[in-house]
Nanobody, 133 residues
């Protein structure tokens, strides 16, 4: 049963923008934290941005701080990632994640410094973002 569904990826030139969306089941949307991770070919998965439901705090990887904005729409159970000023190094598969236990049986990742967030063990299928120079 797919509970996190991403959309909005695509190809864009450097300097352009994209907005990713992730529609979550009610069960996962009520997680402590929802987040976006990315994984480039041959590299590990990296936490890009997260949002804590307790107080709405948003967290960002230094690589995207000031360019990306994470938000959520409680009316539609949707998580967003607005990506501006995209760079070729932003090219990766982007995954939506939720930290509600026990996970989906796949990989588990934690991000240091994201207060209130637990281990992320629920994943969407991913959406590809490609930025050309």
């Amino acid at each position: 049963q797919v509970q996190l569904v991403e959309s909005g990826g695509g190809s864009v030139q450097a300097g352009g923008s994209l907005r990713l969306s992730c529609t979550a089941s009610s069960h996962l949307y009520s997680s402590s934290c929802l987040a976006w991770f990315r994984q480039a070919p041959g590299k590990g998965r990296v936490g890009v941005a997260g949002i804590y439901s307790g107080d709405g705090s948003a967290y960002y990887n230094d690589l995207v701080q000031g360019r990306f904005t994470v938000s959520r729409d409680n009316a539609t159970n949707t998580l967003y990632l607005q990506m501006n000023s995209l760079k070729p190094e932003d090219t990766a598969m982007y995954y939506c994640a939720a930290d509600r236990g026990p996970g989906d049986g796949g990989s588990i990742w934690m991000v240091s410094g994201w207060t209130g967030c637990r281990a992320f063990g629920n994943w969407g299928q991913g959406t590809q973002v490609t930025v050309s120079s």
